[in-house]
Every structure is written in C-alpha cells, then in structure tokens.
C-alpha cells in the first residue's frame, strides 16, 4: 500500500506570536550591577597593545614565508609543486590570523568611538582614529552615523543601517503568496545568490561609506561618509569630517609610497588582504547581529530604544577564536547596543543579568555562523509596507514569525 505526505500549507496564525518587550530602559539597567559600566582605561591598553603586538609577531613571522618555501632545500623536500603549495597555505594561515588580529584593532577603534573604551575623551578619540584610520574607517564620520544607528536600531524610519526592503521597494504585488510568481521575483541560481552574497561581505562596508548602501533610503542619492555637508552630518561636525578625510588621504598616501619602496604584491599580502577580511568580518558580525528572521522591525509608536535594543542577536561566533581575537564584540552583542558605553571586557557577565531579567526577549543563536548566513540572506527578503512590528519574509513571502494579535497586520499572504 503507498502513503503519501500532505505538506503542511503555510498559516500566519500558525507562527509563534511576539509581543514587544513592555519595560523601560530604567528598569533594565538597574538588574544590571553598577560595576559593570566603569571604565577601565589601563585594562584596555593591555588588550590594545595585546593586539598591536599580536600583529607584529605575525607579520614577522610572515616574512618568512616566501624565502623558506621558495629556497631550494624546501623544494627538494617537497618538490617544486608541494613547495608552491605549502607557501600559498602558509600564506592563508596568515592572512586568517592576521585578519583577525586587524579586525580586533578595529574594535578597540570601534569601542573608542563610543566612549566605552575610556573616561577621558582625548583617549578615546586620538587612538580610535589611529586605529581606524590605518584600517581605512573615516572615525569621526563613522562614528557620527554609527551614534545614530545605536539610537534608533530597528526603527524603520530611523535606523541608518541593514534598513529592511519593503515589499514596495521591490515591487513585490500585494495580493495573496499563491497568486505571486515569487521565481520570477527572487529565482536566483544558488551560485548567482553565493556570488551577491561574497560581494556584500567584501564590498558592502566601503559601499556603505561610499554610497549609502542599506542605508535609510529617504537620504539623497549622493550621499556619503566623506562630504563634509552631507545629511548625515550636523554643521557643527563638519570639522570632524574633514579630520576624518584627511586620515583616510593619509593612508593612500601611505600605501601608495609603502607599495612604491617594498612593492605593490607584498603590500597586498601583508597588509592588503588582512584588511580585506576585517571588511568581511566586521560585515559578517554585523549583518547577522541584525539581520534574521526571529528579529522584530518597527514603525511609528511601537518602537522605543530598549525594543530596538532587543531586536539583536548574541552568535557563537567562530568560538573560542571569536572570543580572543574580536573582544568578544560577537558573542556579547546585545548588551553592547542597551549600553553602548559599557567596556567590551564586562559584556559577558552583564549578559547573564540582562538575560535574567528580559528572559524570551534575549536573543542567541549558536548555529554555525557560515550556516546562519547564508540561510539569513536567504529568508531575510523584506517586509510589508504597512504595520508597526514587523518581521522578515523570506523569497515565498513567509515568515517564521507574527505580532501578537493586538499588533497583526491582517496580511494577504494567507
């Protein structure tokens, strides 16, 4: 006798409600204990110098590379092709760690920017511009819409980053799922879909300085991180932009005189693709911070600073090697965006207090995190027009996830 299988047919009423969380800011930062917000400049020296000296050992050891493996006693060892292949490894080993090493720079720039990294002001903005600026981050201007972002996470409206499409926006019909061809709207091969996501991972913070790129689409069209007089920046910061630029001109300096005495092929491999994967790394902590299905959006009256707080995601991100080398910046992210002026280094006991204490609205996620995006930049299409909590859809317009009754869009896509 044959069986068959009836597929489940997809029901917003059959996904899991959410209701957004219903205490104040107050509220929350008093369950977490005082000692956690202090500031401790020394101890933050020590990870920072940790860092620049971790750099160091590498590149030096670095050095190394091409003359041993291109010497010929290495090549009678292992033959002309096993030497080739063991030095383009060597290689990738170390631009792995020193990529990571960088991108651990980049966050001791990134917690300067807040304030977290020190009490005295001067501190912070001399070595975060130090630091990002040798890792090609305009600090000041960064900084600026950085501060806007973490005050208005998860706002539709004024959230300045990873800002979800709607369903306008991509001229998806607003009629019933059965009725929409969604291949015809999202029917990318599996190796075009991996080729857009390598280009966001490599390409998208520069676009983002550059261009606006998942920026709030209400900017104007040229808008960007180097234009003293854009609109992300007041009068008053003008001068910080221009600060800014000229870190960023110093450093095409820099490279290009660098490139001119050593050459153009070992700036690239010491220097050059590290820093391409700190662009890689700093998108890919990011994104998936933000961006996943469980993950509420909101418009209007619904969103307040703390729900905009919730709706991150802490990761397991790349473990024990996380930890170490990015400061934790992954692991322990959602209390960094309820207190951004909290000092990495107490993010993972404060942790265990906020998540005692906002319980289910505390997000975590310990899927492997090559996994998690790509399935994220599979399911995370876009949003409907109208509504004030917002969840993502995926590429058949479902979602995992509803508002609770007293919130529910009455939807189509039934």
Not at 154 to 181: F, G
Not at 222 to 235: A, G
Not at 351 to 366: E, R, V, W
Request: aromatic fraction near 16%.
């Amino acid at each position: 006798m044959g069986t068959s299988t009836e597929v489940q047919k997809y029901s917003e009423d059959d996904l899991p409600e959410f209701t957004p969380m219903p205490w104040s800011l107050k509220e929350i930062r008093a369950a977490v204990p005082p000692e956690f917000f202090i500031r401790d400049t020394p101890r933050g020296l020590l990870y920072f110098a940790r860092d620049v000296l971790m750099a160091a050992a590498i590149w030096t050891i670095g050095t190394y590379i091409d003359p041993y493996f291109q010497s010929n006693a290495t090549k009678d060892l292992l033959t002309p092709l096993g030497a080739q292949v063991a030095r383009w490894a060597a290689w990738g080993v170390y631009w792995w760690f020193q990529g990571l090493v960088f991108t651990g720079i980049w966050v001791i720039g990134h917690e300067c920017g807040h304030g977290a990294f020190s009490d005295h002001k001067i501190v912070n903005d001399v070595l975060g511009f130090i630091t990002h600026t040798f890792l090609w981050t305009p600090y000041f201007s960064w900084r600026i819409s950085h501060h806007r972002h973490h005050s208005n996470h998860a706002s539709m409206e004024r959230d300045e980053v990873y800002v979800p499409k709607t369903r306008e926006d991509l001229n998806i019909p607003d009629k019933p799922n059965h009725e929409i061809d969604w291949d015809e709207i999202f029917g990318d091969t599996p190796i075009y879909t991996l080729y857009m996501l390598i280009r966001q991972q490599f390409l998208a913070f520069p676009a983002y300085l550059l261009f606006n790129v998942s920026g709030q689409k209400t900017y104007p069209k040229w808008t960007n991180h180097f234009d003293p007089n854009s609109i992300l920046f007041t009068k008053e910061q003008r001068n910080a932009v221009i600060i800014s630029n000229i870190g960023i001109a110093s450093m095409v300096w820099g490279v290009t005189y660098a490139s001119s005495l050593f050459g153009a092929a070992n700036v690239l491999k010491f220097y050059g693709i590290p820093w391409l994967l700190v662009s890689h790394w700093f998108i890919m902590i990011t994104y998936l911070h933000h961006t996943d299905p469980m993950l509420p959006h909101y418009r209007g009256k619904e969103w307040n600073f703390q729900r905009g707080a919730a709706a991150t995601v802490d990761r397991n991100f790349l473990g024990w090697q996380g930890r170490f080398f990015l400061h934790d910046v992954a692991h322990f992210h959602v209390i960094h965006h309820f207190f951004p002026k909290m000092p990495f280094y107490h993010g993972p006991e404060a942790t265990q207090h906020l998540k005692a204490f906002i319980g289910d609205h505390y997000a975590y996620s310990d899927k492997p995190v090559f996994q998690a995006l790509w399935e994220s930049y599979n399911k995370c299409q876009f949003v409907e027009n109208e509504g004030d909590v917002l969840f993502y859809r995926d590429k058949k317009g479902e979602a995992l996830r509803r508002p609770a009754d007293q919130y529910k869009l009455k939807t189509k896509s039934q």
